[in-house]
Structure formats: structure tokens, C-alpha cells
């Protein structure tokens, strides 16, 4: 589903796997269903937003690497520069 955008499927791939009756695809399973319009358009749609996924863990990487240090100036200078 993932990799042929068939979130049409999911709803069948649901049924099945509650059926399977194994604990974590089953919990697994009941918290797709809490939003199942977003699961399936995130499944269906060619859009994506890796591209801002990947630049807020490059800052926060950046974050985690300034921790602790002389403050906001050096991170700044940090993400302007990466």
C-alpha cells in the first residue's frame, strides 16, 4: 500500500488484521481506524512533506548538539550555516 499510493485497500487490510486476532497488529489496527480518512489520504495521495520533516530534525539535531551552550547566538549561527 505503501509503496503503490492503494489506501483503498486499508480498510480490507483492517478487517483482516483484527481477524488474525494477534495483540500488537490488532492495536495496531484499532488506531488506524481513530482517523481512517487521513490513513487512507496519507496512503493515497503522491504528496508528502519530507522535505519539511527533514529540515525541522536537521535544526533539532542541531539543537540537541548546542545544549547546554552560551545560548541562542551559536545555535543561529549554527542552522544558518548547516
Known amino acids: 500500500m505503501l ?3 492503494t489506501g ?3 480498510p480490507a487490510w483492517d478487517n483482516d488484521a483484527r481477524a488474525a486476532d494477534l495483540p500488537g497488529l490488532n492495536s495496531f489496527a484499532r488506531g488506524l481506524t ?4 487521513a ?8 504528496w ?3 522535505g519539511t520533516e527533514g529540515a ?8 540537541r548538539q548546542l545544549y ?6 551559536p545555535l543561529r549561527k549554527m542552522i544558518l550555516l548547516a
Open 68 to 73: 547546554g551552550r552560551a545560548g541562542f547566538a
Open 56 to 63: 525541522v530534525n536537521r535544526i533539532e539535531k542541531t539543537k
Open 48 to 50: 508528502n512533506s519530507g
Open 34 to 37: 481513530w482517523d481512517l480518512e
Open 3 to 5: 509503496a503503490t499510493c
Open 39 to 46: 490513513v487512507v489520504a496519507g496512503l493515497s495521495l503522491p
Open 8 to 10: 483503498a485497500l486499508l
